[in-house]
């Protein structure tokens, strides 16, 4: 029984291993490992190029701040201006704050169909108000964006001024971008320009081909910032232009409503020859017809044609009169004053451009909560602005066609992490190198880490620079030998010090020196002092920080008081040696050693005042 039971279950996992093989031999791709994509950054020879995020629709599904919106105080009525046949007549219904019958802010950059046509609209400007009253609409990206252009689509008339503005601090302030309308000088007291200055490319022009009454519905408005530009042919290379182009958030106020006339009759006329007037600017060919089912822009279906079936919701036509019936399902039938066509309706907001990352970086990511480049080329920063800590050898630059501008990682010989750059060794180098290594470690100094810090020597030659025992420490002296001979005199324990004016004028020099290094040479200790502060200098020309060596026999240094120690701080008197014509400094029995205390600054200065008032010097 036993042995039948085994055979059976030797007979399932036999077949199970023969399932899995059949598996593994039909799709032979599941074993394989994918190589990693290439970034856009590099080419297939793995050479750095230029690289940027993919062109895109920026304010889509972007959350816009309205200053006010139809609706939400009360149900509002209001009329659309409809052209069919050359006929204008008025399309009116209600505003309302939620449902069917609202129009919020969120349409602005929805994705529009022919079947569901969207759009903001303001409160309704009653008679008499303010038709001068600014409308704000504010867009945020997060990020820096390079704008390439900004498009807008009215339900209503176009406004009859307008303007852009933009903010690259992420709306902590805003400049003026563009200016709209009929008569720029009457309105903003600007002339009508579509050309900057070529001595100042970001000048702020005023357009006024976009603010006429006519179209009553759907006109549009195309805002480039680069066009009229100086440098619009070599943007990239053009700095000023770049910083022109960038924002992070596009505010756009609406200043001016059009004054409206009452009588249809007006409106057809005005109709007839403003589209007499765009025909002719086009050589008298008729105006395409647009087709009913709309045209896609951006991912985006935008609605073309105004007619009353496309309306979101039904509203009594009327050809004058002073009083309208404004039917709504479901409620009754309420009375509205006429003449309620002045406000401000946007069927559709774009804005082109794409992730600002200077030709570093072919994406932007989110990262800790933010948007910010991906960057590549050894870049960093959000906008891959700045070189990585380590790859500061040259100025961070745009990325070209022509040159990918990578960052240079700097030559510290191994032996630091991080570097800095300098402007005026970069341009001292011809413009090839400028990186300083900072924080040299492994006990080196200096602008590549290629020298040893004082108090270290070099090792032989057969260590390299960039081997981290390449500087040694100087063995130092830190007793007496066994032998003690006898010294003329002996270290008192006394924290008086006094210097006799006649000594002071006596010795030539008097500096103030700390101790770096001692080695021992033979009969003699060579000490190695950086000198802090020059009190008397003789003959012999001493400079602050100078590093000197002075070679001590040893019977003398035995005998010193205090005993010298590396890295304390002396007060140093004594005389200089004569040999070939030149000085060097000595210490000798005669010398004066007195370990330093601040106070001995004040005291030298009137030891010195009283040895020149009597002349001893």
Avoid at 173 to 195: D, G, I, M, S
Avoid at 371 to 393: Q, Y
Avoid at 460 to 476: D, E, G, L
Wanted: aromatic share 8%; net charge positive; glycine share 6%.
């Amino acid at each position: 029984m036993m042995e039948h039971v085994k055979k059976v279950g030797a007979g399932i996992n036999q077949r199970k291993f023969m399932l899995l093989v059949v598996i593994l031999t039909l799709l032979p791709g599941t074993m394989q490992i994918r190589p990693k994509q290439l970034s856009k950054c590099y080419a297939k020879s793995k050479n750095p190029i230029e690289c940027n995020p993919e062109f895109e629709n920026i304010a889509l599904k972007k959350r816009v701040e309205v200053s006010e919106t139809c609706g939400l105080e009360g149900r509002e009525p209001f009329c659309r201006l409809v052209e069919e046949e050359n006929t204008v007549s008025r399309v009116c219904d209600v505003c309302e704050a939620t449902g069917r019958r609202s129009h919020p802010a969120s349409y602005l950059t929805d994705i529009n169909n022919k079947h569901n046509l969207t759009y903001w609209q303001s409160k309704t400007f009653q008679s008499g108000e303010d038709q001068n009253r600014e409308v704000e609409l504010t867009i945020s990206f997060e990020k820096e964006y390079e704008i390439s252009y900004i498009y807008m689509q009215f339900y209503s008339p176009r406004p009859a001024a307008m303007i852009i503005y933009k903010s690259m601090n992420h709306g902590r302030t805003w400049v003026p971008y563009q200016y709209y309308a009929e008569n720029c000088l009457r309105r903003f007291h600007k002339p009508y320009k579509r050309e900057a200055n070529e001595t100042n490319e970001q000048e702020v022009l005023c357009s006024e081909d976009f603010n006429s009454l006519y179209p009553f519905s759907l006109g549009a408005l195309v805002f480039n910032p680069k066009d009229g530009r100086p440098s619009e042919d070599d943007f990239e290379h053009s700095f000023i232009l770049q910083n022109w182009v960038t924002a992070t958030d596009i505010k756009i106020v609406l200043a001016g409503l059009h004054d409206i006339p009452r009588n249809p009759t007006t409106l057809s006329r005005i109709s007839r020859e403003s589209r007499s007037a765009i025909e002719a600017r086009q050589g008298r060919r008729r105006l395409t017809p647009i087709p009913r089912g709309g045209v896609t822009r951006g991912g985006r279906a935008v609605a073309t044609r105004a007619s009353k079936t496309e309306l979101r919701h039904t509203g009594v036509r009327v050809s004058g009169g002073t009083d309208i019936l404004v039917s709504n399902p479901g409620a009754t039938s309420t009375p509205y004053s006429f003449g309620s066509s002045s406000y401000y309706a946007i069927n559709d907001i774009s804005i082109g451009g794409v992730c600002k990352c200077n030709g570093h970086a072919d994406r932007c990511i989110k990262k800790k909560g933010k948007m910010v480049c991906d960057c590549k080329h050894k870049t960093t920063g959000p906008n891959c602005e700045t070189c990585k800590a380590f790859h500061k050898d040259r100025p961070p630059k745009r990325a070209t066609k022509t040159n990918a501008n990578e960052c240079i990682a700097c030559n510290c010989n191994m032996h630091a992490k991080r570097c800095r750059f300098s402007a005026d060794l970069f341009e001292k180098s011809g413009g090839t190198s400028g990186g300083v290594c900072v924080k040299c470690r492994h006990n080196t100094h200096g602008r590549y880490c290629h020298k040893c810090k004082p108090g270290f020597y070099r090792n032989n030659k057969t260590k390299s620079m960039s081997n981290r025992r390449a500087c040694r420490r100087i063995p130092v002296v830190t007793g007496a030998t066994t032998a003690k001979p006898a010294c003329p005199r002996t270290c008192s324990s006394s924290k008086a010090v006094r210097i006799p004016p006649a000594k002071y004028c006596k010795m030539e020099y008097a500096v103030m020196v700390r101790v770096t290094g001692k080695i021992r040479i033979g009969r003699r200790t060579s000490i190695t002092y950086q000198v802090l502060r020059v009190f008397k200098r003789g003959g012999m020309r001493l400079k602050k920080k100078e590093m000197i060596d002075i070679q001590v026999r040893d019977r003398v240094l035995q005998c010193l008081c205090p005993r010298l120690r590396v890295n304390r701080t002396y007060l140093l008197l004594g005389k200089y040696a004569r040999s070939d014509g030149n000085l060097r400094m000595t210490i000798d029995k005669n010398s004066v050693i007195i370990s330093w205390l601040n106070k001995y600054k004040k005291m030298l200065r009137r030891v010195a005042k009283r040895a020149r008032k009597r002349s001893k010097c």
